[in-house]
């Protein structure tokens, strides 16, 4: 399985500010997603980030919000703007293995606290 | 709506014990059902079930799949205080890209 860096590992923000979350994998992966699991629920998919493309966002996320970038093969980055005490809450980026990409491995995960 | 629920949403066990985890789901388009394990912030892989009624294994863990009752079940034997997690059962569906539909998981609380 890839081994998948995530950082900041946690962070305290204040409110209207933005964070963005950096996600290095140690191979090249085609696809690679973004999760959010808010406190006391389960992951919810954020987007789909592939390189070379526009992210696909799921519904109840925008890009406004939640820009994405996908710049190589091994790299992404989420930001979350403008951000309220709502968005506290843990992200996590994962990738896929095998095909199509059911099996999925996770980032260490970043604990926001928005304040 | 496509849900997969898991129960009991928490467990305290003692060393020892075995336990069993359930997951149940109502999805169209099913092609695997995954659990993992959450300790603190990153889940990490435990098994993946595409057929039913093949048990997988490794270790204390143990998994099967019904595709017909739509349910699985993890087992955890001789419970550790090192297995006291969140464990989260998840749905993939055909042609999903990736998307998992996760359960609100279970979780497990070994006590010495």
């Known amino acids: 399985s890839a081994v998948i860096s995530q950082k900041p590992s946690r962070d305290i923000c204040q409110r209207g500010t933005s964070l963005t979350i950096q996600c290095q994998v140690d191979s090249q992966v085609t696809m690679m997603f973004w999760y959010r699991q808010q406190p006391g629920q389960s992951l919810t998919l954020i987007a789909t980030?592939?390189?070379?493309?526009?992210?696909?966002?799921e519904s109840g996320f925008v890009i406004d919000k939640f820009p994405i970038s996908r710049p190589n093969l091994t790299f992404s980055t989420l930001t979350v703007s403008n951000m309220s005490p709502e968005d506290s809450s843990i992200y996590l980026c994962s990738v896929g293995s095998g095909a199509p990409f059911e099996k999925l491995f996770f980032g260490s995960g970043t604990q926001l606290s928005v304040l | 709506e496509d849900k997969v629920v898991q129960s009991p949403l928490s467990l305290v066990v003692h060393e020892g014990d075995t336990v069993t985890l359930n997951c149940s789901y109502e999805?169209?388009?099913?092609?695997?059902l995954l659990w993992y394990k959450q300790e603190k912030k990153a889940p990490t892989f435990l098994f993946m079930l595409?057929?039913?009624?093949i048990e997988k294994k490794s270790g204390r863990l143990s998994s099967i799949l019904d595709k017909k009752e739509l349910f699985s079940i993890l087992n955890i034997t001789a419970t550790q205080t090192g297995d006291s997690a969140v464990y989260l059962c998840a749905v993939y569906f055909y042609n999903q890209g990736g998307k998992l539909i996760f359960g609100q998981g279970t979780e497990l609380s070994v006590k010495p």
């Open positions: 980030a592939n390189q070379g493309s526009e992210a696909t966002y």
């Open positions: 999805v169209t388009n099913f092609r695997s």
């Open positions: 595409t057929s039913s009624g």
